[in-house]
């Protein structure tokens, strides 16, 4: 067992044994190490002040993604490369193309968030060599600016896209053998590592064998893996967790496996790395995650993840649940499988029993015939949480009567939840207007939704219905194998 973790950062290999499990990358950044180039704006990952790149092997490839350094805990950097805005520029100044291209372009007025968009553009430019307007208004999803209107920004990435990643300027480029040296060496360890200060420890399991005994022996830590949402329980809420069980690293974890059953995903499968998947096997969900906050939440937040944390208004389990999908639950005792909706239990419950960790996510691909659909409503179209979202799954017989549906929403209940009774008006009936009219009534005894800041229950209520009738006006006469995606804005 070890006692310390070890990273790169920019330049420099880092041992690191004294640190909270909750130390954020940020605070280390700026107050341990003074790299103030790394801004903290709004502390929950939504403005991107803070971005930075977190370099990690996958399949043998070195991969650069923006993170926020905000709700990124210390103790999910081992076997990482962490790179700030101050690692761009060389020894005597001389900008990056990157940064070079933000001069020319007019890209920075009061200047507070553009090392976080130097940082977005850095990624984007590493891993995109002609990137259309579009992926770059999806790489800069997770940055705020209240000044520029963004325009000069997006011409600064469309003009360093013409210059590429060169040993002679770029030091990522230029170290990259070394680094996936160093990375390789680190990662190939399975030692757990143990850290503990003030009384409080974090374990970075060297394996999943070890994280299910990590687990059985407390029961009660916190599993970590992006904390796009536990790390808002800290710099928000000001909780102190104790222990933390950090996952992130584990590959085992991260595989994703498609054949006639479906897809496979590990639950610490990011929704960066499934959305690839998805485009290909269900358009439909691989759209919805282009919504799932800014491109640093991707890069972070994990399916399992999502599933987890159990929340009722979480993107991922109405369409997920309206797919059929079931998860694996492991611990030192084996394991055991259950159909998702099943797993919510109710508000902050999960059947999840002591020393228990979603180990993977099963999705039924769509049968041919089917129709399918998913609909996110959010006050904001990009980097928002939803109002609520409602999934579709349709399949008509012969006679063009209702023979399947599975049809589930979240925010509208405590847990991610199917429209039983709306379900059962449908079944056996014609897929027609008459049918989903009457079906509406059903929605009251299904759903009473509350009232928050994002919408009231009247609004809830009433837009579940007429997602029923849109859903119906799409796919009634349509040709089959429709899988569509659709946004809203309240």
């Known amino acids: ?25 940020l605070d280390y950044l700026r107050l341990r190490r003074r790299l103030t180039g790394t801004k903290e704006g709004c502390a929950e990952g939504d403005c991107g002040a803070c971005t930075v790149l977190v370099g990690r092997l996958i399949d043998g490839r070195l991969v650069y993604e923006s993170i926020n350094a905000c709700i990124r805990f210390i103790g999910s950097l081992h076997a990482t490369h962490v790179v700030t805005v101050e690692h761009l520029a060389a020894k005597d ?23 976080g968009f130097v940082m977005s553009l850095y990624g984007l430019w590493l891993s995109n ?65 143990v850290v503990e200060k003030d009384g409080a420890r974090s374990i970075i399991p060297g394996s999943v064998e070890d994280l299910a005994v990590a687990l059985a022996e407390a029961p009660k830590a916190t599993i970590v893996a992006g904390a796009t949402d536990v790390g808002l329980w800290v710099t928000k809420q000001m909780r102190k967790l104790d222990p933390v069980i950090f996952i992130n690293h584990l590959t085992e974890l991260q595989q994703t496996e498609v054949d006639d059953a479906g897809i496979t995903f590990g639950a610490g499968v990011t929704y960066a790395q499934a959305f690839e ?67 919510f239990i109710t508000y902050g419950k999960q059947d999840r029993r002591p020393g228990e960790f979603i180990e993977k996510i099963l999705v039924p ?44 929403f979240g925010g ?49 209520s009433l837009t579940a219905k007429n997602l029923l009738t849109r859903f119906f006006l799409e796919t009634a006469g349509a040709p089959v194998h429709l899988h569509r995606f659709e946004t809203e804005e309240v």
């Open 93 to 115: 100044g001389t900008l990056h193309p990157v940064q070079q291209a933000m001069v020319d372009c007019h890209g920075s007025q009061c200047g507070f968030c553009t090392p």
């Open 277 to 343: 998947t998805l485009l290909i096997e269900i358009p439909t969900l691989g759209d919805l995650i282009d919504r799932i906050g800014g491109a640093q939440v991707r890069n972070a937040g994990t399916l399992g993840g999502n599933i987890a944390n159990g929340s009722p208004i979480g993107d991922t389990p109405p369409p997920l649940i309206a797919l059929g999908a079931s998860v694996t639950l492991r611990s030192t005792e084996g394991t055991r499988t259950l159909p998702l909706e099943d797993f």
């Open 412 to 460: 509208m209940a405590a847990t991610p939840k199917r429209a039983r009774a709306v379900e059962a008006m449908l079944l056996g009936q014609p897929w027609s207007w008459g049918t989903v009219r009457q079906a509406h009534d059903a929605f009251d005894e299904d759903y009473q939704p509350l009232t928050d800041w994002r919408a009231s229950a009247e609004y809830r």
């Open 129 to 193: 060599a002609e990137p259309d307007r579009s992926e770059i208004e999806l790489a800069l999803q997770g940055n705020l600016c209240r000044c520029t209107g963004y325009e000069p920004i997006v011409k600064a990435a469309e003009l360093v896209s013409q210059t590429r990643p060169s040993a002679l300027f770029d030091p990522l480029e230029r170290d990259r053998a070394e680094i996936m040296a160093k990375l390789w060496t680190l990662k190939s360890s399975s030692e757990t590592i």
């Open 365 to 408: 691909k769509p049968h041919e015939d089917a129709f399918f659909s998913v609909y996110k409503i959010s006050k904001r179209r990009d980097e928002d949480i939803s109002a609520l979202c409602g999934a579709f799954y349709l399949m008509l017989d012969s006679e063009g009567r209702v023979g399947e549906t599975r049809i589930a």
């Open 1 to 25: 067992m070890n006692s310390a973790i070890r990273f790169i950062l920019n330049a420099e290999e880092v041992s690191l044994s004294d640190f909270s499990p909750t130390e954020t990358l």
